[in-house]
């Protein structure tokens, strides 16, 4: 192996980091180590600290260290790989994921002053308690007309930075005083890496208001907000992005020492796991979405210009791929929606069937569904089952079946199901045309493509586009961090000079991929209008009862 | 037992026939007897000879003669009650269930002639097979605005009588010819243990367009329908009609002799199972509705003078009781959807459940309901797995369940289907008081209310409505038929001579009733404004997708 040459990328989830060791040749995956966070999500309690409230989610950052401490040797030796070999890092991060810190980037967190405040920790993107802070940004944002509203195509969202950051400064002001930074967790590992605190566009652009050009909102914004937020860019934020693929800083002698890698080894500007995974997908020219598919969709397209299309998750210059706006959309349950009806709607005839045919309970239902031609149910559903991301924007949506008869059976609502999510993608896909960004192909990656043919072939049939699949399905976001990784070391330092050149030879999609077939789709071009007036006349005001219900319901569950 | 008088009941139902013995003096049940069909549904081929179309479905009459000869002595015996302290003899029966016979009231399928050709046979109630003659029936019957068709909420179905009529002269012509009388198996069992031809105006004015004062639709009408149709009132069906609590004739010599009974015993005018229930529910003047509650809902009220009801399936004078208008509506699917969810949506930890609590599994699911407040759940369905029979009378429309999130539990998902199909009756409430056919309390009767504790509150709760239970909630047809057949006795028999009287001494409620909560009832109004719009929406053309996709379906499954 002595010619050869690896990039790691290290991929940081929600339960676990990952580390993989790419061959830098061909994208190769030669080895891969899973490091479990040992605190986890933590949603109920402080370690040896106070409850938290409903709705909280929050991470101990020793917990990303850990994963370079263990995972990085772990890795290299299933790989076989010598530390000397590895020409550059890359990392992924789940975003928006903020902790405040010291100046020196120590989490406030890891000072015994601070550790039983649990505004002192890492909040993980799933933290949901700042929804008035939300609101309020959503209210000051409009009323001003910040360009922001738009870029996230109409909402901020509770789960990104500054409504985490105004959510410090309302409930533990001694907290957001402490904090000399607010940091994503994307820029604190590699901080950590490379003593070099260098933020990226990505997180900037797509969770923290920052526009390329024209930097963050005004003082004044921040003003209205709340007085004290005033400065908070000037002395907690900062002004200076980087873009992707740019090399932060080179490896440090202690984290040199402690993974056996070489000192100096080019790490890269920090990156979100979703985003990092387009160029992994092969994608990084327009005209190609990207589908990670999992318990949730994150739709990921290129375009050569800035458009306000309806219900992005975020528009972002530079933010997916250098030189290109990266459009951001999302369908929040589809896996979820599945995991819910096999939790709640299979009833024992499929049990019966899958002991008989001594398979799971889930292909006995797969094979019932997919036995059916598209129409053939007579069902159609509304894929809401946790709100509409896009394009509504609206977490008070709800989900519907429609058509039931007596002879309705469980494969039948499988499918419709299915469908929906389905006719979900096909309506975000039509707003990003409708506005001029091409979707010629799809390239899916994530959990679900791999579990599920049928859904996929819908998925094709349901689009009218073929969909190939990335080869390295899920694990593709470490592809992507470790492709960054051979960016930063260049061309010069055995890698690639851009991330262009380095999918050309290190990304690739399988050999199957999944065409429309014509009948099919002809018949589901009749649904999805069918689902399509059905969505406006539910999802724009042409009958609020979703709302009204889930008001309703909020009111009788509080007098309880 | 020497001084007290007895009535009998025989209620001829789907699957068989039940006779019960009740004391005249109050009403008391003092034996019963069920004599399956030894032929059941007719619905796949013909007893020895050939397949059905779908849809069909025929009976043997054979089967309710063996009712009489089996049944009687059976419970009398049972009862210990001697033959001659019978004074009257009542029936009832389904409808629209016609058959042909020869002059002498033989049906054709006795013949051996005929016996192997289908259309010879009883027409069920449920056969369904008629349904182009049905249309062309509305078709005429609008063009000609011919009064049956609002007497009928707009509609005429294919069940009744002439749709089933017409259906036999366009398949089986030869048939038709042999066929001296079509007749209602109602007026058919009251000829044979009388040996008079005396037909109801129970049938007649619900199922065969026949109106008290105007008689049946003109020949002109039926020379529309088909040029061989024209002289069928006059040489196949008849003009005369009997009010219900007329003596039709006395026991035959052949059937006294059968029995047991006394030669003479007066029987009763024939009548309809749901309608005969009405008086056996105490209910003898307007004001309170009678809910015969089972698989379906029949809903049946009096009125003092006619209206035009919106989706009545029929309004006759006379109809119910004599001297009152009788409306008559309906909900297609009730107990049926709750099967349905039974067999199709009951997931595991239901089964579970209901294991460790050692009850069945309905009860496991019915306690997490009743557990549940007024729009906790936030969940509203459309009760239409079966179409919807009353107010907008559409088969093609279809169920819906809206309100879904990830946290949606099965026990949520019944009580919504309950309270779907209290909002059904409600709409039918709503419809009869907007014409001013009071509808001040309810009475139930059938399989249901006894089941279920939580259904009958909720109807209660939806309705703002007290809801009292018949005394013998599952046979009350048949003492409603018992109580007949001591009218036609009248006083000087040992009967009475008015149904009202009669409903005095033998009708009873039972003392549990259920009233509604206030508190439940302020919900309900919020949740059924949303169950209303929905309805309108969905059913009076707004979205006409549950249409499309039923035609849609219709097409891909013809196709395979």
């Given at each position: 192996?002595?010619?050869?040459?690896?990039?790691?990328?290290?991929?940081?989830?929600?339960?676990?980091?990952?580390?993989?060791?790419?061959?830098?040749?061909?994208?190769?995956?030669?080895?891969?180590?899973?490091?479990?966070?040992?605190?986890?999500?933590?949603?109920?309690?402080?370690?040896?600290?106070?409850?938290?409230?409903?709705?909280?989610?929050?991470?101990?950052?020793?917990?990303?260290?850990?994963?370079?401490?263990k995972g990085v040797p772990k890795a290299l030796k299933a790989a076989g790989v010598k530390g000397p070999d590895v020409i550059?890092?890359?990392?992924?991060?789940?975003?928006?994921?903020?902790?405040?810190?010291?100046?020196?980037?120590?989490?406030?967190?890891?000072?015994?002053?601070?550790?039983?405040?649990?505004?002192?920790?890492?909040?993980?993107?799933?933290?949901?308690?700042?929804?008035?802070?939300?609101?309020?940004?959503?209210?000051?944002?409009?009323?001003?007309?910040?360009?922001?509203?738009?870029?996230?195509?109409?909402?901020?969202?509770?789960?990104?930075?500054?409504?985490?950051?105004?959510?410090?400064?309302?409930?533990?002001?001694?907290?957001?005083?402490?904090?000399?930074?607010?940091?994503?967790?994307?820029?604190?590992?590699?901080?950590?890496?490379?003593?070099?605190?260098?933020?990226?566009?990505?997180?900037?652009?797509?969770?923290?208001?920052?526009?390329?050009?024209?930097?963050?909102?005004?003082?004044?914004?921040?003003?209205?907000?709340?007085?004290?937020?005033?400065?908070?860019?000037?002395?907690?934020?900062?002004m200076d992005f980087y873009p992707l693929g740019q090399k932060a800083g080179g490896l440090t002698a202690f984290w040199a020492?402690?993974?056996?890698?070489?000192?100096?080894?080019?790490?890269?500007?920090?990156?979100?796991?979703?985003?990092?995974?387009?160029?992994?997908?092969?994608?990084?020219?327009?005209?190609?979405?990207?589908?990670?598919?999992?318990?949730?969709?994150?739709?990921?397209?290129?375009?050569?210009?800035?458009?306000?299309?309806?219900?992005?998750?975020?528009?972002?210059?530079?933010?997916?791929?250098?030189?290109?706006?990266?459009?951001?959309?999302?369908?929040?349950?589809?896996?979820?929606?599945?995991?819910?009806?096999?939790?709640?709607?299979?009833?024992?005839?499929?049990?019966?069937?899958?002991?008989?045919?001594?398979?799971?309970?889930?292909?006995?239902?797969?094979?019932?569904?997919?036995?059916?031609?598209?129409?053939?149910?007579?069902?159609?559903?509304?894929?809401?089952?946790?709100?509409?991301?896009?394009?509504?924007?609206?977490?008070?949506?709800?989900?519907?079946?429609?058509?039931?008869?007596?002879?309705?059976?469980?494969?039948?609502?499988?499918?419709?199901?299915?469908?929906?999510?389905?006719?979900?993608?096909?309506?975000?896909?039509?707003?990003?045309?409708?506005?001029?960004?091409?979707?010629?192909?799809?390239?899916?990656?994530?959990?679900?493509p791999e579990k599920n043919q049928l859904l996929m072939q819908i998925f094709a049939d349901v689009t009218g586009r073929e969909?190939?699949?990335?080869?390295?399905?899920?694990?593709?976001?470490?592809?992507?961090?470790?492709?960054?990784?051979?960016?930063?070391?260049?061309?010069?330092?055995?890698?690639?000079?851009?991330?262009?050149?380095?999918?050309?030879?290190?990304?690739?999609?399988?050999?199957?991929?999944?065409?429309?077939?014509?009948?099919?789709?002809?018949?589901?071009?009749?649904?999805?209008?069918?689902?399509?007036?059905?969505?406006?006349?539910?999802?724009?005001?042409?009958?609020?009862?979703?709302?009204?219900?889930?008001?309703?319901?909020?009111?009788?569950?509080?007098?309880?």
């Amino acid at each position: 192996m002595s010619n050869e040459r690896f990039a790691l990328g290290i991929d940081y989830g929600t339960e676990s980091g990952r580390v993989v060791v790419i061959r830098v040749r061909n994208g190769e995956e030669i080895a891969s180590a899973v490091i479990p966070y040992l605190d986890g999500v933590i949603d109920e309690r402080l370690p040896q600290g106070p409850r938290l409230g409903p709705d909280w989610a929050l991470q101990n950052p020793q917990d990303y260290l850990r994963v370079i401490e263990k995972g990085v040797p772990k890795a290299l030796k299933a790989a076989g790989v010598k530390g000397p070999d590895v020409i550059g890092i890359g990392t992924d991060f789940t975003a928006s994921t903020p902790l405040p810190t010291t100046r020196d980037g120590t989490p406030l967190c890891f000072l015994a002053e601070y550790r039983k405040r649990p505004h002192a920790w890492v909040k993980l993107w799933k933290h949901h308690a700042a929804q008035p802070e939300a609101n309020q940004i959503n209210e000051v944002g409009r009323e001003r007309n910040e360009d922001f509203i738009q870029a996230y195509g109409g909402k901020y969202s509770s789960e990104w930075f500054f409504s985490k950051v105004l959510q410090v400064l309302n409930e533990d002001p001694e907290i957001y005083d402490a904090a000399e930074r607010f940091i994503e967790g994307a820029d604190w590992i590699v901080w950590q890496l490379t003593g070099e605190e260098k933020r990226n566009t990505c997180t900037a652009g797509y969770k923290g208001m920052w526009i390329r050009g024209k930097g963050f909102p005004s003082d004044e914004f921040f003003r209205t907000l709340h007085p004290r937020l005033e400065d908070v860019i000037d002395t907690k934020v900062g002004m200076d992005f980087y873009p992707l693929g740019q090399k932060a800083g080179g490896l440090t002698a202690f984290w040199a020492r402690k993974t056996g890698l070489r000192e100096g080894t080019p790490v890269s500007i920090g990156n979100v796991d979703a985003h990092v995974a387009v160029p992994a997908c092969t994608v990084t020219q327009p005209g190609t979405l990207v589908m990670i598919m999992g318990t949730s969709i994150c739709h990921m397209v290129l375009g050569e210009v800035r458009q306000a299309v309806e219900g992005m998750c975020g528009t972002v210059e530079d933010g997916i791929v250098p030189g290109r706006w990266g459009f951001e959309a999302g369908q929040s349950a589809v896996g979820d929606i599945f995991a819910w009806f096999f939790a709640h709607g299979v009833p024992d005839y499929i049990h019966r069937e899958a002991r008989k045919l001594k398979v799971p309970f889930a292909a006995a239902l797969e094979k019932r569904a997919a036995a059916l031609k598209p129409g053939e149910s007579g069902l159609l559903a509304l894929d809401w089952w946790n709100g509409n991301r896009s394009v509504l924007v609206d977490v008070d949506l709800t989900g519907v079946l429609l058509g039931f008869t007596l002879a309705t059976k469980a494969g039948e609502i499988y499918r419709a199901l299915i469908e929906a999510t389905a006719f979900g993608t096909r309506t975000i896909i039509e707003a990003f045309e409708s506005k001029g960004v091409e979707v010629k192909t799809l390239v899916a990656c994530g959990g679900l493509p791999e579990k599920n043919q049928l859904l996929m072939q819908i998925f094709a049939d349901v689009t009218g586009r073929e969909i190939k699949l990335a080869e390295q399905l899920q694990t593709c976001s470490a592809l992507g961090a470790a492709m960054h990784g051979a960016v930063a070391a260049g061309r010069a330092g055995g890698g690639y000079d851009t991330i262009g050149e380095a999918a050309k030879h290190m990304a690739h999609v399988q050999k199957l991929t999944y065409r429309p077939k014509a009948q099919n789709h002809a018949v589901y071009n009749q649904l999805f209008r069918e689902y399509h007036t059905l969505h406006d006349y539910f999802g724009r005001g042409g009958n609020d009862v979703m709302k009204r219900l889930k008001a309703l319901r909020r009111q009788i569950v509080e007098q309880q």
